[in-house]
């Protein structure tokens, strides 16, 4: 789809439809000419009159203004302004006015005849390309678009922040939470390693008790059989 706002602009005679200079926008299409060229001579234009036709996405919308003899028309983007698309007829009926007479117009014999002598047709259809150059509401739209994108960036990154903020003390919660658990277990283990040490100890002492007992036992007992036998 064409993204061109100003696609096509041509002054021709009214009578007729005789085109005396035109602009062709960037990636203008022939079908958006011969519309142009279709309804400027069929005949059903009246001087003194405007008309605006959407004729659809692809060729875009048709502006158009006539004077006395001749007729102006341009076609822009399908949501370009109206009123900035007879804005800029105006600008052009005015240098036509004071560059052409009327007999001139009527006079013209061959299409393009005043094109060398309208270099301010392209100039201007050039200029309002820029809705933001030449409407200021356009261009204090374009800055509160700006101020707002500018705005939800900000939004977006305090919302990121506040993610991450919360991503941090999820996680710190997280460690929070992993090293008590460390910290149950670390104790159970020293409780369980003091049992068993304490159970070592236990059984180690019991061993040497019965070592020592096996050891004494028997001399005691010889050493009081000894005595018996003395006494």
Known sequence: MDNTNIRFAVLA????GLSLATFKGRGAKAEAMDTANKVLKSGNLKPKS???VTID???GTLHLASGEADVIAVITAPNYPRRLAFKLLEEIRAKVDDCIPAEGVAGASKEGEYAKHLPWLREA???????????KLTAVGAQVDEVKAV???NINKMLD???SVNAVEDKSEQ????AQQFQRRSDHVKRMM??????????????????????LIPIIINATAKNKKSS
């Open 125 to 135: 259809c050039l200029r309002y390309e820029d809705l933001g150059a030449v409407d």
């Open 161 to 163: 922040n506040q993610e």
């Open 50 to 52: 405007q008309l605006t």
């Open 175 to 178: 460690l929070r939470a992993g």
């Open 194 to 215: 003091w049992w068993r040490l304490v159970k070592l100890k236990l059984i180690f002492g019991t061993l040497i008790l019965c070592i020592l007992g096996y050891i």
């Open 151 to 153: 705005m939800e960036g």
């Open 57 to 59: 996405q692809t060729i």
């Open 13 to 16: 005679r009214l009578s007729d």
